[in-house]
């Protein structure tokens, strides 16, 4: 299917580092039973921008890297990150400091990497979500023509999820997800997808690679569909299996570094929610994962040992 960056008519620039349109998602009828980054009301009239800045600051407004000097030696002791705003004194507000070495990755250039790296897929996409609190930025694309029935009306397909910061909190990362529409999880899972991270931090060449080691990483989206198919297979197996006292055991075992409270909300949305079956588990989980009003960098990374290891269950014990 030939690539599309349109939407309801409104073309978007990919290419263009300064664009900054959006595209518009279509309007839910259903209910809205999760609070999770999909269906969180949109703050922005673009129509897909969670911003949970005080002051609305669009999170494509000017981003620079600011030297600071020792008050009594005057030597360079770092630096300030700090973004354009109106209504600072000086028309900018600092919202980080970092060392010399710190790699300033702008939104902007993530996301236009994320649509550059979408485009070159082939596939069709459309923008579903920004989400911006003046020091961390997300973006998640959609890819509208991989989709896969786990059961009728069950569907999965793949997203495509960027996300960055300018307080340290969340390193660059740029992966493939796997997404149920019905309920709107995000699964992330390094064994299943393609994904590439690293920390802000110039390369020996100064750091101006990033984007191609971006690119090297991610060149393997063209086998997308095939790891999707794979990932579905997976689902099923979980989804034909009973929930039991010995399965009960076997997967709680699986992941000894998740703590015990964020266990027991896993529980309880299984028990509240979900389905007797491991699939039923598996959903309270990513559920757990990826529906917060703010995520923080442990919920990616328990969300990836949770469904891997899942998965590694369905493959290596249940098939």
């Known amino acids: 299917m030939k690539p599309t960056n349109q939407h309801d008519g409104i073309s978007l620039p990919v290419n263009d580092e300064s664009a900054t349109d959006a595209v518009l998602l279509d309007k839910t009828s259903t209910p809205i039973v999760n609070r999770d980054i ?4 949109p703050t922005d009239t673009d129509g897909i921008t969670i911003n ?3 002051k609305g600051i669009s999170p494509f407004v000017s981003i620079v890297r600011t030297p600071t000097y020792s008050a009594h030696s005057g030597t360079l002791s770092g630096y300030s990150v700090e973004i354009e705003d109106p209504e600072a004194d000086t ?3 600092c919202v980080g400091t970092v060392s010399p070495s710190y790699l300033l990755l702008t939104n902007e250039r993530v996301r236009a990497l994320a649509l550059e790296i979408a485009e070159r897929s082939r596939m069709a996409y459309k923008e579903s979500r920004i989400f911006w609190d003046g020091s961390r930025f997300l973006h998640v694309l959609d890819f509208l023509s991989e989709k896969e029935e786990i059961v009728g009306g069950d569907e999965v397909g793949l997203s495509l999820i960027t996300r960055s910061s300018y307080d340290k909190s969340w390193r660059f990362e740029m992966a493939l997800m796997g997404k149920r529409f019905l309920c709107d999880n995000g699964i992330i899972s390094g064994e299943f997808f393609a994904r590439v991270g690293f920390k802000h931090t110039h390369q020996r060449d100064g750091g101006n690679n990033w984007q ?3 690119r090297q990483g991610m060149a393997v989206i063209e086998n997308a569909p095939e790891s999707l198919s794979r990932f579905v297979s997976g689902l099923r197996q979980l989804r ?7 399965h009960l055991r076997r997967v709680w075992s699986l992941f000894p570094g998740i703590g015990d409270a964020i266990k027991g909300q896993i ?17 309270a989980g990513t559920n757990v994962f990826w529906h917060r009003d703010k995520m923080t960098a442990s919920d990616f990374n328990n969300n990836d040992v ?14």
């Open 38 to 41: 999909s269906h969180i009301e």
């Open 52 to 54: 949970r800045t005080k």
């Open 91 to 93: 028309g900018y507000r």
């Open 212 to 214: 191609d080691v971006v």
């Open 240 to 246: 034909q299996t009973p929930m039991t006292d010995e």
């Open 267 to 283: 529980m309880s949305r299984y028990v509240a929610s979900e389905e007797p079956t491991l699939f039923g588990f598996f959903n």
């Open 306 to 319: 949770f469904s891997t290891q899942m998965f590694r269950y369905a493959f290596d014990i249940l098939n």
